[in-house]
């Protein structure tokens, strides 16, 4: 009994032993890290609450989160982050940012670096580059501040096939239409994008859109969509949410509804019927997300906000033929009569940076005035003078925003344009506004909501979480020290507030200051 109780306590020894090697093994290949943040409140991008903790990096990873007097973590820069947010990098979903990444003035990307985001996707509404690959693959060769994704236009692509023109695509248009998204899909396309509130995407019937669909999903991608009518231009807002629904169910693709709203008084307050008819088909078993901007004006093309549809079929230069016919002079003006109206009248639309720096910051209502002209006239005059004026417009309600905002299925996208103040705000807005200031939202959801929640939407892989083996897409800051100084008067005013900005590992911002490193990479569908 003696020998074998000795025998056991010899083989417990050797089991010690052996564990104690392996556990000093393993701590061996943790320690070295290239930069430790200590001490920070993590939020992790889940919808958890954040909780004291510490993050290691190596090269562009993050390979430790936990405590390091535990750990024994040893790093070349150690952080003291006590008393500051660390968080994943925040994702946008629609940035338009095509132009800013291919310029080498603009592509460091600091409206969104300086609000912490470090992630953009751009091709949406319909629009954006083709082929993808050669834009993704110029962006990594000449550096960008952000990683940068795309997703294949829809109006891009029929533009492609059948021009500008308001007719449906023979057999053979459509098969040529839907090589061409494959294509894009194979080239790492986030999925397919539609504007069919713009032309040419709004000449599309819902069959066609739903044929492009589903090549997308075929390949694991999203439809993204500018849906038809986000107030009462054409089939109005309940019907062009049902439509989008319909896109979803018939192709079976995940359903993203971008800048999600109720434009116009004449869907104010339609927030609540929207929202049940996407938690019926979400019940149903579709995948229904959308994004929004934190504000109540929009933005848009001066054509697209005020000209009638059917006017644009054939591009600008039909439109132009339109305007000059005097047999159509009547019904034309009707028409942009009634969309100003339905974008909250006149004094509602404000120009904005077009290519008559002399009309910028200027009323339809104060031109109508000073020209002594109606509203409709001054549209008009200014169309045949230019096709490049946009227009910021005052269409929305608070009580509507924040209900979509509640939404646990809604992240924040900025949709962000030159001279309007979401591109340099959205994001700090949300967190200092909405969630601080008006408490509509806590903070750990606002944060969720704007990195987590949209990689999981667009399916990025090991971005907008920190967690170990995570790209080191990560943020810095005290809330309470962010401002967002972008307003309608300064519509390109940066974000202050992120101490530290991380791209791929590397500090895109420190100490509040840009540090001029491009680490951005191209994001493609996996």
């Keep these: 009994m003696t020998i074998k109780k000795t025998s056991n306590q010899m083989r417990y020894l050797y ?12 701590y061996g290949q943790i320690p070295s890290v290239d930069i430790l943040f200590k001490g920070a409140t993590v939020y992790d991008g889940t919808t958890s609450e954040g909780k004291k903790q510490d ?3 190596k090269g562009d990873k993050i390979i430790f989160v936990g405590r390091y007097k535990k750990s024994k973590v040893k ?5 003291d982050a006590d008393g500051y947010v660390l968080a994943p990098g925040f994702i946008d979903p629609h940035t338009h940012i095509e132009a800013d990444l291919s310029h080498e003035e603009r592509k460091a990307n600091l409206p969104y670096l300086m609000q912490g985001v470090t992630t953009v996707i751009g091709g949406n509404d319909g629009s954006g580059p083709l082929p993808i690959s050669r834009k993704l693959e110029e962006w990594e060769r000449n550096g960008i501040g952000t990683n940068a994704g795309l997703f294949v236009g829809h109006g891009t692509v029929r533009r492609m096939v059948l021009g500008n023109r308001d007719i449906a695509p023979s057999e053979e ?17 986030i999925g397919l994008s539609t504007g069919l509130f713009y032309a040419p995407g709004s000449f599309a019937k819902k069959d066609e859109v739903v044929a492009l669909a589903k090549v997308a999903h075929g390949y694991g991608g999203i439809y993204d969509t500018h849906m038809r009518d986000e107030s009462s231009y054409s089939i109005g807002l309940i019907n062009s949410v049902k439509e989008t629904l319909e896109i979803g169910e018939e192709s079976g693709i995940p359903v993203h509804f971008s800048h999600i709203k109720a434009l116009g008084a004449d869907v104010w307050g339609k927030s609540s019927e929207v929202i049940t008819l996407i938690e019926k088909s979400q019940a149903e078993g579709l995948k229904v997300t959308a994004n ?28 132009l033929e339109r305007i000059a016919n005097p047999n159509l002079k009547d019904t034309l003006r009707n028409g942009i009569a009634e969309n100003i109206r339905r974008r909250g009248g006149p004094a509602s639309l404000i120009l904005s940076t077009s290519d008559h720096p002399e009309w910028d910051g200027y009323s339809i209502e104060k031109m109508a005035s000073d020209w002594e002209v109606d509203p409709a006239e001054v549209v008009v005059e200014i169309l045949k003078k230019s096709s490049e004026v946009r227009v910021v417009s005052f269409n929305m309600r608070a009580d509507d925003i924040e209900n979509f905002m509640k939404q646990p299925w809604v992240m924040t996208g900025s949709d962000g344009v030159v ?4 591109k340099y705000g959205s994001f700090t807005k949300k967190i200092t506004e909405y969630a601080l200031e008006k408490e509509i ?4 959801i606002a944060i969720h909501s704007s990195s987590g929640k949209t990689a999981l939407t667009l399916g990025i892989s090991k971005r907008g979480f920190i967690k170990e083996g995570y790209f080191a897409d990560i943020i810095m800051f005290k809330p309470k020290a962010l401002i967002d100084h972008a307003d309608y008067l300064q519509p390109s005013a940066l974000s202050t507030g992120m101490t530290h900005v991380l791209v791929n590992g ?18 493609k569908k996996d």
């Design 506 to 523: 590397q500090f895109a911002v420190k100490d509040g200051r840009f540090t001029s490193i491009l680490a951005g990479k191209a994001i």
């Design 419 to 422: 001279g309007h103040p979401r």
């Design 441 to 444: 939202l806590p903070l750990h």
């Design 292 to 319: 929004q901007y934190p504000y109540e004006a929009s933005r848009t093309s001066l054509i697209a906000a005020t000209v009638p549809r059917w006017a644009e079929d054939g591009g600008y230069e039909a439109l």
């Design 75 to 79: 790093a070349k820069e150690i952080i």
């Design 173 to 189: 248009d459509l098969e040529e239409m839907k090589k061409i998204v494959a294509q894009a899909m194979e080239d790492g396309a």
């Design 15 to 26: 089991l010690c032993i052996f564990f104690f090697i392996i556990s000093q093994y393993s």
């Design 55 to 57: 993050v290691g990096i």
